[in-house]
């Protein structure tokens, strides 16, 4: 299948100059704004991470809630990778640069349980929390495969709080950001047309789900890991890493199934 191109950051903008009272995200109408939010270091400093804590045998990795791509890129330098998201919006910039995603729910991904490896980074965990990716996580690994998981002790470490402004040939947008201590942040974005003055603003919550070194330890045990480690990273504040093992004696026949979806399953980022 063709894909389609990405959303562009003018179409987030004229999105919200057209219907300011619409229900924008950054998983759906915003998705351009959410990509200009990465820092361009994130996805080799955090295949750094995932790299250093998988064996040298691994050959197949799966990420769960690759978002935009981010990570995908870096990692195929040396893996077979494959991304799982459900945001139809963002699978278009990894689509668009030829790499392999699927469309489908990270907490219940479309593929068999054929993988070396498998992945979760923060953005994800934020979005799902660690139990459920854990448990997908398990089912999508071979045994004896590998889990990598990061997750956000802090909602900072995922949306810092302040004011930045972006800017294209026409559109100059302003984005506002509150975390409160609940975890729930309030992304306001200002859009302001240069040709003909007319601004909007549209507001997006979200809720960040955090834990604790203790909290993804038991996530990954409960999902049936073993071997499983935890630690801090002294240059990422606000994270913690986990990795866990998957029996070897444990679901051996899933061994056999394959990763990706057959022709009859939806495979789509349109």
């Known amino acids: 299948m063709v894909a389609r191109r990405p959303p562009t950051f003018a179409d987030a903008c004229r999105a919200v100059l057209d219907d300011s009272a ?19 270091t994130w996805g080799e400093r955090r295949a750094h991470l995932v790299r250093t804590r998988f064996p040298a045998d691994v050959e197949r990795v799966l990420e769960l809630g690759c978002g ?33 995603v699927v469309r489908g729910r990270p907490t219940d991904p479309p593929v068999g349980a054929a993988f070396d490896a498998a992945c979760v980074l923060e953005r994800s965990a934020a979005r ?20 990598v998981v990061a997750v956000p002790t ?17 559109y100059f947008l302003e984005r506002a950001v509150d975390v409160a201590g609940d975890g729930t942040a309030v992304v306001d974005y200002r859009v302001t047309d240069r040709r003909t003055g007319d601004a909007a603003v549209a507001t997006e919550r979200r809720t960040v789900a955090t834990t604790s070194a203790d909290g993804l330890a038991a996530a990954l045990r409960t999902a049936g890991f073993e071997d499983v480690l935890v630690s801090g990273e002294s240059d990422l504040p606000g994270l913690v890493v986990g990795r866990g093992v ?16 057959s022709g009859d399953e939806e495979r789509e980022w349109e």
């Open 68 to 100: 935009i791509g981010a990570l995908l890129g870096p990692l195929s330098a040396r893996y077979d990778v494959v991304g799982v998201d459900d945001a139809r919006a963002y699978l278009r910039f990894p689509a668009a640069r030829g790499e392999a």
């Open 154 to 170: 802090d909602p900072r470490a995922v949306i810092e709080p302040g004011v930045e402004t972006y800017s294209g040939a026409r």
């Open 22 to 40: 619409g229900d924008h995200a950054a998983d759906t109408t915003l998705a351009p704004i959410h990509a200009r939010t990465v820092p361009e």
């Open 128 to 147: 799902y929390g660690p139990l459920d990716l854990c448990v997908a996580a398990y089912a999508s690994l071979r045994p004896g495969g590998i889990a």
């Open 246 to 261: 998957r029996p070897v004696e444990t679901g051996a026949a899933g061994a056999d199934l394959e990763a990706l979806p």
